[in-house]
């Protein structure tokens, strides 16, 4: 079962990565929400046979249209995880409803931290998507991992199974991203670039490459129980004042700052002259 990733551009060492990304994540989400630093293991397995009993969440990245990898462990195990986390947060007599939301908060969580493993991985933007309670995995997953948590006052033992269609995508991206592509440099094109070449295209190709720009007002880091609390009305203090100008990024590469403005309804950003 393991052996069939050999076909993909970085083979096994790609679902190595991505597992430990998601066994990593997953005991800092704990950590956060619990206070509690817990253990967990994991290895590959050659068996694609599921035990009874087990429930799955599908985990979906924006790269694909269906569940890019699938977290399976007793139905009893969710129960005790979600109870155990919300606990922690003072609910004490949790109902179902509670228990799975719980759950899937704690999966979409770390389906995130994988995104964004995969987004340093491939210099391209990944998110998490859902993660939603899901059937058995694809007769034809690809690799499958067996992990086991000690979260204290529980014990899971789990396993996570790989999409094929997954990691092809993946695949597609194996190749590191040119100079053009990684943007480590905006340039300005000179206006008459009629014959000029860049990374073996025309400077009439480069001026029409699609970029993601964000607007970034300000960031603040919470555990994911203060997460919890927020409601209609929670206000959250960012790092910094109303009056410092906002950051423009490229691929995660500071551009320029500038003034947040309103344009015919719509935020607008005035670029601000560079700082000597």
């Known amino acids: 079962m393991t052996g069939r990733t050999e076909n993909y551009i970085g083979g096994p060492a790609i679902t190595n990565q991505i597992m430990a990304s998601w066994t990593e994540a997953l005991v800092k989400v704990l950590e956060s929400m619990t206070s509690h630093r817990s253990k967990i293991e994991s290895r590959a397995s050659a068996s694609p046979e599921w035990e009874e009993g087990t429930a799955w969440w599908g985990q979906r990245l924006s790269i694909l249209d269906k569940p890019s990898f699938w977290i399976g462990a007793p139905a009893k195990s969710w129960t005790e995880l979600g109870r155990l986390t919300l606990a922690a947060l003072g609910v004490e007599e949790p109902a179902d409803s509670e228990i799975e939301t719980t759950c899937r908060d704690v999966m979409a969580q770390t389906t995130a931290v994988v995104a964004s493993h995969l987004t340093g991985q491939f210099g391209r933007e990944i998110t998490g998507g859902d993660s939603l309670p899901a059937d058995r ?105 109303a009056i410092e100008p906002a950051d423009v990024l490229i691929h995660g590469r500071l551009l320029a700052r500038g003034q947040v403005v309103v344009v015919d309804g719509n935020y607008g950003l005035k670029i601000l002259p560079q700082q000597q």
């Open 137 to 241: 995995p694809d007769d034809f997953a690809a690799p499958v991992f067996k992990w086991s948590l000690d979260a204290g006052p529980i014990s899971i033992d789990g396993v996570v199974a790989f999409s094929e269609a997954f990691l092809r995508q993946c695949s597609s991206f194996g190749e590191p991203p040119t100079a053009v592509e990684s943007c480590t440099q905006v340039i300005s094109p000179p206006t008459d670039h009629a014959g000029l070449t860049m990374g073996g295209r025309s400077m009439d190709s480069v001026s029409r490459i699609d970029l993601p720009v964000k607007f970034v007002l300000g960031r603040t880091t919470l555990p994911l129980r203060d997460v919890f609390k927020l409601s209609v009305g929670s206000v959250i203090e960012l790092d910094r004042s």
